[in-house]
């Protein structure tokens, strides 16, 4: 693609200085936002680069093991919150990862 541009430049330049029009002026504002969108197009796509997501970022599976144990039951309005509960507490809720 940039040699696709300079090329074009390059004939322009030449076209220019056969026939003195300064049309060259005129076509270096697509031409510059041809470019640009281009350029911004490879940075935030990655074109240039082969990711293959599914593959790189495969994590395989296991089954989930875990216990079924009733642990408390509340029932009717008598307690609104359960024993130990930490909502207020987010110091002890949320421990910071080391």
Same mark, same amino acid.
């Given at each position: 693609m940039t040699a696709a541009l300079l090329s074009l430049a390059a004939y322009a330049v030449e076209v220019q200085a056969e026939s003195g029009t300064p049309w060259i002026l005129l076509a270096a504002g697509p031409v510059g936002a041809v470019a640009v969108y281009w350029g911004l197009f490879r940075y935030y796509r990655n074109t240039d680069k082969s990711h293959s997501f599914e593959r &790189? #970022?495969?994590? &395989?599976?296991?089954?989930?093991?875990?216990? &079924? #144990?009733k642990f408390d039951t509340v029932r009717g309005t008598e307690r609104r919150e359960v024993s130990g509960n930490n909502v207020s507490k987010h110091r002890q809720r949320v421990r910071r990862l080391d």
């Open positions: &790189e #970022t495969l994590i &395989e599976s296991q089954p989930i093991v875990g216990h &079924e #144990t």
